[in-house]
């Protein structure tokens, strides 16, 4: 068999992606591991590993990949960069018709690339096998209590851009666990970016309770911070009355109410880790945050859907500048300290800010699952299901983009 050649790709999206798919103590291993395949790194100047680096782990980096089968990076790669005829991995951000990727996909079917979208590894049941929502979960998290420790000059994080790396973050949050104010907080998701979120409030030592329970304290003067995890069964209700199962919420989202509004009137902090799928309710839309019980003020919004489920989230923020305020009255954006408003953290590109743990988490997922798939005939289906295009087409799978890519949605 001859060997195929792995080629890690140069960011070249703006603003500049520090994160690379894997590290250089990963190739190194998966140099020695897999013996019909060569890893070679392009040349970057940006990637949070050094080009040095990766000589020292005995890879070559080059400054023409052309020689590559497989090309992979983490970000959408530039038309003009895009090599005929080749595998490419990244995050193509087309599987829900974005239009301002639309030409990205017409360039990667003319340019004959199979096209194998990070987004879509995922097991047969369709949960994703790879992401860096845990470092979503992670830094979201860490920006809520940031905006929290400056707005009520409780204390100062220093921002986690500016920190080396996870080891130190945790260390920023535990000098911070005893400032905390005792404040009720809500979190949803049960995904990876949720698992994140957990990790920061075991550091911080909030105590958790169940929903219920979470429910109960509006009644009580709080003595310590808590926070209650909220699945889709506790915010979403079937119009019926009924507790939706989540095949229901899933897959007829048109049955359900939002039952959020119970816990933002007891909820202080709200941190976001669920995923949400079109057509279900909003959590809760502008009116119901003019509500006089509406008691949230402070949303880490990691899920960050715009104009969506959260109301408040009225556009992204960046790392620069992370924070923002609503005013429920006017429904306008304002300082993010403005008495009254619901301070707002919507960066959509969290990860970032955690390049080095982010691009070591990402690699050990993408060397489990996708790697061994070339050489053991794909036995688990991972790469069929990920492809999205073949010769020129688009697959059956991702059949559904044909009019979204020929203009006509
Ligand atoms: N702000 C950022 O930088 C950033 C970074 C990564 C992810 N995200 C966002 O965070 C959200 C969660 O990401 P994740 O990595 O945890 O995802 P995940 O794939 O790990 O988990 C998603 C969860 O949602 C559930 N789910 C699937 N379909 C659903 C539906 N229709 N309705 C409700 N739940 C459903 C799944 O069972 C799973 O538990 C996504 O919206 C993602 O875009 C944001």
Not at 19 to 34: G, I, N, S, W, Y
Not at 90 to 109: E, G, W
Not at 124 to 137: C, T
Not at 218 to 241: A, C, S
Request: charged share 30%; with cysteine; net charge neutral.
């Amino acid at each position: 068999m001859s060997k195929l050649t792995f080629a890690f790709i140069k960011e070249r999206k703006s603003p500049p992606d520090r994160r690379v798919v894997c590290t250089p103590a990963q190739l190194h291993a998966a140099d020695k591991e897999f013996k019909n395949a060569d890893f070679v790194v392009e040349a970057s100047d940006i990637r949070v590993f050094s080009d040095e680096q990766y000589r020292e782990e005995g890879i070559d980096v080059v400054s023409d990949v052309s020689q590559a089968e497989v090309m992979i990076g983490v970000k959408e790669v530039p038309i003009e960069a895009l090599i005929p005829n080749k595998k490419y991995f990244f995050f193509s951000h087309t599987i829900k018709k974005q239009p301002y990727n639309r030409d990205l996909l017409k360039a990667v079917l003319e340019k004959n690339i199979e096209l194998y979208d990070h987004e879509v590894i995922t097991r047969k049941s369709g949960a994703r096998l790879i992401g860096f929502g845990r470092y979503a979960g992670i830094v979201g998290a860490y920006n809520g209590f940031r905006a929290l420790g400056l707005r009520e000059n409780l204390f100062e994080l220093p921002k986690v851009e500016h920190l080396p790396d996870y080891a130190q973050v945790k260390k920023e949050l535990k000098k911070i666990a005893p400032k905390l104010p005792p404040i009720n907080i809500a979190m949803t998701g049960s995904g990876k970016v949720a698992g994140g979120i957990r990790e920061v409030l075991e550091v911080l030592h909030v105590h958790e309770v169940k929903p219920k329970e979470f429910l109960q304290l509006r009644q009580f003067k709080n003595t310590q911070t808590v926070f209650t995890r909220l699945q889709v069964t506790d915010y979403y209700i079937r119009k019926d009355g009924y507790v939706p199962t989540k095949t229901e919420v899933f897959n007829n989202p048109e049955l359900l109410h939002s039952n959020f509004m119970r816990f933002a009137k007891v909820a202080d902090m709200l941190i976001t880790g669920h995923f949400y799928g079109d057509g279900a309710p909003y959590f809760f839309t502008r009116d119901d945050a003019k509500h006089e019980d509406f008691n949230i003020n402070l949303i880490a919004d990691v899920s960050c859907d715009i104009d969506g489920p959260i109301a408040s989230t009225l556009r992204p923020s960046t790392i620069e500048n992370p924070f923002y305020g609503y005013d429920p009255h006017t429904e306008k954006e304002v300082a993010y300290d403005q008495k009254g408003a619901i301070t707002v953290m919507a960066v959509d590109n969290l990860p970032c800010e955690l390049p080095k743990d982010a691009s070591e988490g990402f690699g050990a997922l993408f060397l489990k699952h996708v790697i061994p798939a070339f050489f053991n005939g794909d036995k688990s289906g991972v790469l069929a299901r990920a492809k999205m295009t073949e010769k020129g087409q688009l697959t059956e799978r991702f059949s559904y983009l044909q009019d979204f890519v020929e203009g006509r949605e």
